[in-house]
């Protein structure tokens, strides 16, 4: 147990130290979620009344699009590089590969929201600083990575690449999309919890069901 | 090479006049309904395609278990008929359905959580065959699609799961007549005849589009030595060299 976690957390501190040398993703990410909330603000005509029922849609969109973006080129330096057999080599557990892969796409996510989150506040003077929206979106991105890691994993073997993620991960996203939003709808409009703990409840149970499966189809994502 | 299958050419025809039998007793038999009319009889094949819609779902996702498992061809062409004969199905049921809801519901679509299922459905079985034609090497394309069958099955109930608790919570202006039809034996037995019909058909497709992918297979694969394929290939070579 402690061998698997000392190489999870070898195979994390890579990605990260990769991203962290290049700052590639992370910046695409942000300026590109920056510039889609322009779009949507000229878009959809904004105002400030009309904030509760949308913030979370808006904020939600714009995190599975920028996400999409970062998560698309996960794999690309194992694929192109030849990393793939090293990692099949150096790995005790394929399942590993999976995991780590999938909690630096999630802390990536994360640092995207957590950016998002106040510069939403800012533009709209309307504050989403509250706990429970933040760990919603952040479970939401959780169940995210976890699908999208492993179709990324799929798509990047293809000629097609970049353009076959999202045709493969949207339809698949559907019931993480309307979980966050009617959770953080209810959240921001006040709801008491209760009547919203089943969106909670669904996210949950759709991330360890990902995650679990995912673990363990991953071996067969890479071995040839 | 595939030789004739007597059990498949009988099932076929048998699959073909229960269809038409189905269709004669939607057509003679099962009764007018009385609010919705003629337009409510669509219902008998749409039920029957939307269910097989699911089926081949479950069919695909095991075809992918069982290829991943053992390693076989037949499972990877199990999985993709499953999946094709799914998207044909699901289109079937979707297009069934906005044909009844236009005079009945007076829309062709709702965002009801049956209508976004089975189109959300539809979408992914589009995402499996778009993900094996971008693959060039046959026995990737068949395991990451058994990947992705096997995602795409767990990820469904989970689209309709959250689609309905949707509507718990926000109320349709659309009433769900189709839920309140009270139906009468004889709409019970036709019911139950054109699913049967139906999934016969199914079975007899889903076996035809097996055989032919693993006629296809064999006739695109390396030709083992010995054999007369094998000879006339040498000597195509051959003159190919000359």
């Known amino acids: 147990m402690r061998q698997y ?66 998560i698309n ?58 706990g429970l929206f933040v760990g919603l979106i952040l479970l939401g991105a959780w169940a995210y990575s976890a699908m999208a890691t492993l179709l990324a994993g799929l798509s990047v073997q293809t000629r097609m690449r970049d353009m076959l993620l999202p045709v493969l991960l949207f339809p698949l996203l559907i019931p993480v999309n309307i979980a966050v939003v009617k959770a953080g709808a209810g959240i921001l409009e006040g709801l008491p919890f209760a009547d919203i703990s089943i969106w909670f409840t669904l996210l949950a149970a759709y991330a360890v069901i990902i995650t679990t499966i995912s673990s363990m189809v991953f071996e067969y994502v890479i071995k040839e | 090479m595939l030789s004739k299958n007597k059990w498949l050419s009988v099932l076929s025809v048998l699959a073909v006049l229960a269809v038409l039998g ?19 009889k669509i219902f008998y094949f749409h039920v029957s395609s939307a269910w097989l819609g699911m089926v081949s779902f479950f069919v695909a996702a095991i075809g992918g278990i069982l290829y991943l498992a053992r390693g076989k061809e037949v499972y990877d062409s199990l999985s993709l008929a499953g999946v094709e004969l799914g998207l044909l199905f699901s289109v079937l049921g979707t297009v069934t359905g906005m044909l009844w809801a236009r005079p009945v519901w007076n829309t062709y679509w709702t965002w009801d959580p049956r209508l976004t299922t089975m189109t959300i459905m539809g979408f992914t079985y589009l995402g499996y065959l778009l993900l094996r034609r971008a693959i ?70 889903l076996w035809h589009r097996v055989r032919l992918e693993m006629a296809q297979r064999m006739l695109e694969s390396e030709p083992e030595e010995g054999t007369a394929k094998h000879q006339v290939a040498k000597f195509d070579a051959r003159g190919e060299e000359q």
């Open chain 1, 5 to 70: 976690m000392a190489s999870l957390w070898a195979l994390i501190k890579k990605d990260l130290i990769q991203e962290w040398r290049s700052k590639d993703i992370i910046s695409a990410m942000l300026a590109f979620a920056v510039l889609t909330l322009f779009i949507f603000n000229y878009a959809l005509s904004l105002s400030p009344q009309a904030q509760a029922s949308i913030a979370t849609g808006i904020v939600w969109v714009l995190v599975v699009f920028a996400g999409t973006l970062g």
């Open chain 1, 73 to 130: 080129r996960s794999f690309s330096a194992e694929q192109d590089q030849g990393c793939f057999d090293a990692l099949l080599l150096g790995s005790p557990d394929l399942s590993l590969v999976y995991l780590a892969k999938m909690l630096s796409n999630f802390l990536i996510m994360a640092l995207l929201a957590l950016f998002l989150l106040p510069v939403y506040s800012l533009l709209y003077n309307y504050s989403l600083f509250n």
């Open chain 2, 22 to 40: 189905a269709l004669a007793l939607v057509i003679f038999y099962a009764p007018l309904e009385l609010t919705m009319g003629l337009p409510q």
């Open chain 2, 136 to 205: 060039d090497s046959p026995t990737r394309a068949a395991r990451l699609g058994a990947i992705y069958a096997i995602v795409g099955f767990v990820s469904v109930p989970l689209t309709f799961f959250s689609a309905r608790l949707l509507r718990t919570i926000h109320p349709t202006i659309f009433g769900n007549t189709g839920e309140k039809m009270v139906m009468t034996s004889p709409m019970y037995q036709t019911m139950a005849a054109s699913i049967v019909a139906f999934t016969l058909l199914f079975v007899v497709l």
